[in-house]
């Protein structure tokens, strides 16, 4: 029981290019969220699903896409990357009633 | 939506003692109430919770509690040690949003030997 993964754990990119980070769990949750964490600003919501096939926009979700197509992937695209989107990103799993939420280990990006 | 602000930004203690993080919420049909530890590199860790029908939790060296009609609540860790520095983040989530969390911003706690 791996929990939640994430890959890769570091990305650089270049201004403009796209990339897609990849989340899995194997917890059979329906809830998924992605965030990004910036230095004094916490934890900001980015996009969320309810379960698959359905995605809603949380707090920050400019530049970036989301699909779900499974209940166990949430990957989150970057059209364009840009260097504002220079962050630490984490995805997260959890029960949608309950509440309880848990991380995977993040992914540096670093856009130059 | 909901906001929730956390105090301190920065908490240093002697190893042995007490330390107190409060936060603030506004919605008070938040319900339920996660606090997460994060050490350097890794993702945060649910580390206790308690819902809106709970006072106090406790768990060991750590406790949570719950003033709903001040909207606030506050995590409590005893004896500390230096393996509890760490960035502590509380979170507050209401029953209308499926499962969506409120963050506070943290606070970095550093525990002195």
């Known amino acids: 029981n791996a929990g939640v993964t994430q890959t890769p754990k570091f990305q650089v990119l270049k201004t403009g290019q796209s990339m897609t980070l990849q989340c899995a769990q194997d917890?059979?949750?329906?809830?998924m969220s992605w965030y990004r964490q910036d230095p004094g600003m916490g934890l900001r919501l980015i996009h969320y699903?309810?379960?698959?096939?359905?995605?809603d926009q949380g707090e920050v979700p400019n530049g970036y896409n989301v699909s779900r197509s499974t209940t166990e992937d949430f990957p989150l695209r970057l059209l364009s990357a840009a260097p504002s989107q220079t962050s630490v990103y984490f995805c997260a799993a959890g029960t949608s009633g309950g509440g309880e939420q848990y991380f995977g280990p993040g992914t540096r990006l670093t856009v130059t | 939506g909901e906001n929730v602000e956390q105090h301190p930004s920065t908490l240093s203690v002697q190893e042995g003692d007490s330390a107190v993080i409060k936060c603030t919420y506004s919605?008070?049909?938040?319900?339920?109430f996660p606090w997460y530890k994060q050490e350097l590199g890794k993702g945060p860790q649910l580390i206790i919770d308690i819902r809106s029908n709970v006072g106090e939790k406790k768990d060991q060296r750590i406790a949570v509690t719950l003033n709903k009609t001040a909207k606030h609540f506050s995590l409590h860790i005893t004896e500390t040690q230096p393996e509890d520095s760490a960035v502590y983040f509380c979170a507050a989530k209401d029953c209308s949003t499926l499962g969506r969390l409120y963050f506070g911003r943290g606070t970095q706690l550093t525990v002195w030997p």
């Open positions: 917890m059979n949750h329906e809830y």
């Open positions: 699903s309810v379960g698959a096939g359905i995605t």
């Open positions: 919605d008070s049909a938040s319900n339920y």
